[in-house]
Nanobody
Framework: VQLQASGGGLVQAGGSLSLSCAAS????????MGWFRQAPGKEREFVVT????????YYSDSVKGRFTISRDSANNTVRLQMNSLKPEDTAIYYC?????????????????????WGQGTLVTVSS
């Protein structure tokens, strides 16, 4: 499985950007696709994840209400719309995929939960 991320760039605080991630290769029907980010000198952190089958989502508190993830199940792609961006959103954003389905509200939020990773795309928010 390969993940190809696109989008990102430079934007002023308060602006918007969108990221996309396309998965290819041998795909199963049940998986999560999510986004993580890593700022300079910091650990990679969870941003959001979505289930392929139902579109159920889970957001980190830091982006809730500002970011929206959507998925195209037929094409195995996800899109992350980022609004009201802040300088602290500056990071390399990575898309990731985990096989499996949602049990209750047990969304995968740890780096080690995910099986595949994209190459990362830089988002820079200037103040």
């Amino acid at each position: 499985v390969q993940l190809q991320a696109s989008g990102g760039g430079l934007v002023q605080a308060g602006g918007s950007l969108s990221l996309s991630c396309a998965a290819s290769g041998h795909m199963f029907s049940q998986y999560f696709m999510g986004w993580f980010r890593q700022a300079p000198g910091k650990e990679r952190e969870f941003v959001v994840t979505v289930t392929r089958s139902t579109g159920s989502t889970y957001y980190s508190d830091s982006v809730k209400g500002r970011f929206t993830i959507s998925r195209d199940s037929a094409n195995n792609t996800v899109r992350l719309q980022m609004n009201s961006l802040k300088p602290e959103d500056t990071a390399i954003y990575y898309c990731a995929l985990k096989w499996g389905f949602l049990r209750g509200t047990d969304f995968p939020t740890l780096v080690n939960d995910y099986d595949y990773w994209g190459q990362g795309t830089l988002v820079t928010v200037s103040s």
